[in-house]
């Protein structure tokens, strides 16, 4: 069974710094879906940054990259010019490229780091 | 294009009273989840359904729980016999996926917050 785990519960930034948040995560499978989602205090889920495990180019979107290194299965992301709209839980997400019983593409998570942006 | 809304958006029960949530997907999204969030805690699987075929619902915890997608669009996740560990966030997601790349992404809506009293 394919696990996620997150081992900074909180972490905070000074606007306009970058900071970095951690995810590992284990599963014997080769060809996977890594996720960031995000979520605001108003508790919709957003997605923020997808990586395909078969890709070695690690994913960007605008200010938010990732750091995937599948050896050591970690999948850390980057949020560089932190804004104050960035504070949020953030979710590290696992999805088995092949579909399981039931043809099923369920989403794996971890626990959740929350991360505040002070002004 | 409207996203996936989910009502009601806050639902207080009593225990051993029957709830029913609803979920809107996104028009045309073959795919759709119900996930239960407990608080401080990440998303769990409840079940999955592709079009109107319930295909997994292997993380529903209970036969108190029940899910349904009639007609491939709207899904409504009733709960049985309230009791005190179902308090949670119910958060809804579908995706498009067509076959083509990275249609298996999933939206969410914005959650049914349940407490039961």
């Known amino acids: 069974a394919q696990t996620v785990t997150q081992s900074q519960p909180e972490m905070s930034v000074q606007e306009a710094e970058t900071v970095t948040l951690s995810c590992t995560y284990d599963t014997s499978e080769n060809n996977y879906y890594l996720f960031w989602y995000k979520q605001p205090p108003s508790r919709q889920m957003i997605l923020v940054i997808r990586q395909e495990a078969y890709k070695q180019q690690n994913a960007t979107e605008n200010r938010f990259s990732v750091n995937f290194q599948k050896a050591a299965k970690s999948f850390s992301l980057k949020i560089s010019d932190s804004q104050l709209g960035d504070t949020a839980m953030y979710f590290c997400?696992?999805?088995?490229?092949?579909?399981?019983?039931?043809?099923?593409?369920?989403?794996?998570w971890g626990l959740g780091t929350s991360l505040a942006v002070n002004p | 294009g409207a996203g996936v809304s989910q009502s009601p958006r806050y639902k207080v029960a009593k225990r051993g009273q029957d709830v029913a949530l609803r979920c809107d997907p996104i028009?045309?999204?073959?795919?759709l989840f119900w996930y239960q969030q407990a608080l401080g805690q990440g998303p769990e699987f409840l079940t999955y359904?592709?079009?109107?075929?319930?295909?997994?619902k292997s993380g529903l915890p209970s036969d108190r729980f029940f899910a349904e997608r009639p007609e491939g669009s709207v899904s409504t996740l009733k709960i049985q016999r309230t009791q005190q560990e179902d308090s949670a966030v119910y958060l809804c997601?579908?995706?498009?996926?067509?076959?083509?790349?990275?249609?298996?992404?999933?939206?969410f809506g914005p959650g049914t917050r349940l407490t039961v009293l």
């Open positions: 359904f592709q079009n109107e075929a319930q295909l997994d």
């Open positions: 028009s045309g999204h073959v795919s």
């Open positions: 997601a579908s995706s498009l996926d067509d076959g083509r790349p990275r249609t298996d992404t999933q939206y």
């Open positions: 997400a696992f999805m088995n490229l092949l579909r399981n019983a039931g043809n099923n593409r369920k989403l794996i």
